[in-house]
């Protein structure tokens, strides 16, 4: 079993920046592929970004490549997302999850309960 809490969201202007932290417990977290999932009103949640056991393969969605990035501390069994030049389209709740690699939701198998990042223009 894997707990996940997110933190970091809130209110940011656009071109702004904000850092999203997850924090899992259990004594397993650097085993599994790790993944930013993002939900905005009215739409989908989409896989954000998402990376392996290790950190050494990542994915990025098309939208946020070259703004976001994504990293991991096993040490410190948490996560992170370093987003910047933010836009109004990034509005949205964001969920960590942790499961095994890939780019649907159901390959995640543990689910934060998200932050809300809100990006004014």
């Known amino acids: 079993q894997v707990q996940l809490v997110e933190s970091g969201g809130g209110l940011v202007q656009a071109g702004g920046s904000l850092r999203l932290s997850c924090a899992a417990s259990g004594r397993t977290f650097n085993t599994y592929a790790m993944g930013w999932f993002r939900q905005a009103l009215g739409k989908e949640r989409e896989l954000v970004t998402a990376?392996?056991?290790?950190?050494?393969?990542?994915y990025y969605a098309t939208s946020v490549k070259g703004r976001f990035t994504i990293s991991r501390d096993n040490a410190k069994n948490t996560m992170y997302l370093q987003m910047n030049s933010l836009k109004p389209e990034d509005t949205a709740v964001y969920y960590c999850?942790?499961?095994?690699?890939?780019?649907?939701?159901?390959?995640?198998?543990?689910w934060g309960q998200g932050t809300q990042v809100i990006v004014s223009s």
């Open positions: 990376i392996t056991w290790n950190g050494d393969t990542t």
């Open positions: 999850a942790a499961g095994r690699w890939g780019t649907n939701s159901n390959d995640y198998y543990y």
